[in-house]
C-alpha cells in the first residue's frame, strides 16, 4: 500500500486546480489524483455531443491562477479541455496521475489518522490500495456511469436511435435527418442549433420553458484589456468585472424577480419577433434563477428558430411510437433520431462507499460545514462548486481553504481536524444543502445530500461573496473545528510515496 500526505481523487477542472494549489501552498507535501478514467479533463474529455460548451464565460470559470487567454470568452469543450491539460502540463501535475483508478471505498482510521483508499483498475479485476492523512474529493457532482433518462412509455418501440449526450455516439450522422431533443436545458439549448446546421430539422421537445438569455461569445473588454495591460491584469480585472456582474443580476432576482423577468423575455422577444408565442415557449413557471440560466451565445437557437431548422414544442410525452412521439395534446412528432437531453444523476463523492472508523457514513444525516466538509467526517474537503455561477470560482476558493487548513494542522502538529457541531447548533433546523434551487436533477437527489443549518459555519450559501468572506478570509480555529494529535500507530506496510518522484 503506497502512502501519501495527500489524495485527491478526480483529474478534471475541480482536481487540476487543486493540486496546483497544493504543489504551490504546501510545497512540501506528497500527493497524488486518482482519476477512474483514461485521460485528463473530467466533464470536458467525457462530453463529445456536438456543439458542446460552457455556459458561464472563461474568465470566471478559469482558475484564479491561470489567465484566459482565448479571444472566445464562452468557449467549446476542445478548448476547455485544452486549457485544463495545459495547466496540468505546466505544473507538472500529469506527471502525478494515476489513470484507470476507479475510487469504490474510503475508509477512515482514527486510531491511524489515516484513510484508506481502495481503487478498482480499470479493464481489469484488480484493486489497488493507497494511504494518505488528508483526502480532497474532486470527483465532480454526478455520475459518470450514465447520465438521467425517465422511463418513457413505449420506448422499445421506436425504430430509430435514442442516445443521451452523456454517452454521445460520435459515429452517428445527423446529416438530413428528423430529429427530436427532450429537454430545456443548457445541453438541449447547446444542441439544436449545433444539430440544425446538418439535420434536415431539429425539434427541441421541452415538458415546460426555461429563461435563456443571448450574449457574444467574444468580451469586447476583456480582448481590450488584454492589448493594453499585463496579462494577469488584465485577467484580473475582467474576472472581477464578471464576477460582479454575475451576483449583482443574481442578487436583482432575488429582490425584484418580476423585473428581471420582464427584461429576459423582452429580449427573447426582441430576437424571435412579436408573433412568436414567447409566452407557451419562453416563460417558465418560477422566477429567474430559481433554475439555471441558459446561455444562448450569438444568438445561435434563435437563429436557428427564425430560419425554419430548428422549432420549439412546449407539450408533454404520451408515448414513443415507431417514427417518433405522440405528444398528450394527441399530436405526433416524426423523428429518425431521438435525443435525450434530460439531465444528470446527482453523486457524492464519486459514489464511493465511504465509513469512519468502521461505521458506514449517510451523508443524508451529516451536516455541511462551509459547503466543503461533514460534520463528523476527519480530514476530508470535497469540492461543489456554484449553480448559479461558475464552477470554479468556488473550486478555487476549496482548494486555498483545503491548503490553508493542511498548513495549519503542520503548524499545531495536528494530525486530524473534524467538524463537530457545537452544543447550540443541536437544535438547528435542517435546510437542504442546496437551498432554493427547484431544478429537477437537484431535486431528485438532494434527499441524499448533507443538510445545512441556519448559521454560519454549517451553511453552503452557494453566494461567491459570502463565501469568501467565511472561507478565504474567516479563521480556521472556528470553536467548530476540532484538532487532535493521537499518538500515531504503527504503519506497517505502508510504502511512503517515492518523495523521489512524486515530491519534485
Not at 188 to 209: D, E, F, G, I, N
Amino acid at each position: 500500500m503506497e502512502h501519501f500526505d495527500v489524495v485527491i481523487v478526480g483529474a478534471g477542472l475541480s482536481g487540476i486546480g487543486a493540486a496546483v494549489h497544493l504543489r504551490e501552498r504546501c510545497p512540501a507535501k506528497t500527493f497524488v489524483l486518482l482519476e477512474a478514467r483514461d485521460t485528463i479533463g473530467g466533464t470536458w474529455d467525457l462530453f463529445r455531443y456536438p456543439g458542446v460548451r460552457s455556459d458561464s464565460d472563461m474568465h470566471t470559470l478559469g482558475y484564479r491562477f491561470k489567465p484566459w487567454r482565448d479571444a472566445k470568452s464562452i468557449a467549446d469543450g476542445p478548448a476547455i479541455l485544452e486549457y485544463v491539460k495545459e495547466t496540468a502540463r505546466e505544473h507538472g501535475i500529469d506527471a502525478r496521475i494515476r489513470y484507470r483508478h476507479r475510487v469504490r471505498k474510503l475508509a477512515w482510521s482514527s486510531e491511524r489518522s489515516a484513510w484508506t483508499i481502495e481503487a478498482e483498475r480499470a479493464g481489469s479485476s484488480e484493486t489497488a490500495s493507497f494511504s494518505c492523512n488528508f483526502l480532497l474529493m474532486c470527483a465532480g457532482y454526478y455520475s459518470y456511469r450514465q447520465g438521467f433518462t425517465p422511463d418513457f412509455a413505449g420506448r422499445e418501440r421506436f425504430q430509430g436511435p435514442v442516445i443521451h449526450p452523456q454517452q454521445w455516439n460520435e459515429q452517428l450522422d445527423f446529416t438530413g435527418k428528423r430529429v427530436v431533443v427532450i429537454g430545456s436545458g443548457a445541453t438541449a439549448m447547446t444542441l439544436v442549433p449545433a444539430l440544425a446546421k446538418t439535420a434536415q430539422h431539429v425539434v427541441l421537445l421541452q415538458r415546460s420553458p426555461t429563461y435563456v438569455v443571448s450574449r457574444p461569445d467574444r468580451d469586447a473588454i476583456a480582448n481590450f484589456l488584454r492589448k493594453v495591460l499585463p496579462e494577469r491584469w488584465a485577467y484580473a480585472i475582467t474576472r472581477w468585472k464578471n464576477v460582479d456582474f454575475q451576483q449583482r443580476v443574481y442578487r436583482r432576482t432575488r429582490t425584484d424577480p418580476e423585473f428581471v423577468k420582464k427584461r429576459l423575455l423582452d429580449m427573447v422577444r426582441k430576437e424571435l419577433g412579436p408573433d412568436y408565442d414567447i409566452q407557451t415557449h419562453f416563460t417558465p413557471r418560477y422566477n429567474p434563477w430559481d433554475q439555471r440560466l441558459c446561455l444562448i451565445p450569438n444568438s445561435d437557437l434563435f437563429e436557428a428558430l427564425r430560419t425554419g431548422r430548428a422549432s420549439m414544442v412546449t407539450d408533454q410525452i404520451d408515448t414513443f411510437t415507431e417514427n417518433g412521439i405522440l405528444l398528450k395534446s394527441g399530436r405526433a412528432l416524426e423523428a429518425d433520431i431521438l435525443v435525450t437531453a434530460t439531465g444528470l444523476n446527482l453523486a457524492i463523492l464519486g459514489e464511493a462507499e465511504v465509513s469512519v472508523d468502521g461505521e458506514a457514513v449517510d451523508f443524508a444525516q451529516k451536516w455541511s460545514y462551509k459547503g466543503l466538509m461533514y460534520s463528523d467526517v476527519p480530514n476530508l474537503v470535497a469540492t461543489f462548486g456554484y449553480i448559479n455561477a461558475s464552477w470554479t470560482l468556488r473550486a478555487d476558493l476549496t482548494a486555498e481553504y483545503a491548503c490553508r487548513l493542511i498548513n495549519h494542522m503542520d503548524a499545531r502538529r495536528a494530525r486530524q481536524v473534524t467538524p463537530r457541531l457545537r452544543g447550540e447548533d443541536e437544535s438547528m433546523a435542517p435546510r437542504p444543502w442546496i437551498d432554493g434551487f427547484s431544478s429537477g436533477y437537484v431535486r431528485r437527489m438532494m434527499h441524499l445530500f448533507p443538510r445545512q443549518g441556519d448559521r454560519e459555519p454549517w451553511v453552503n450559501p452557494q453566494n461567491y461573496r459570502s463565501d469568501k468572506a467565511m472561507i478565504r478570509n474567516g479563521t480556521i480555529e472556528d470553536g467548530v473545528l476540532e484538532f487532535s494529535s493521537p499518538a500515531r500507530a504503527g504503519e506497517q506496510g505502508l510504502v511512503p510515496a517515492a518523495a523521489s518522484k512524486l515530491a519534485a
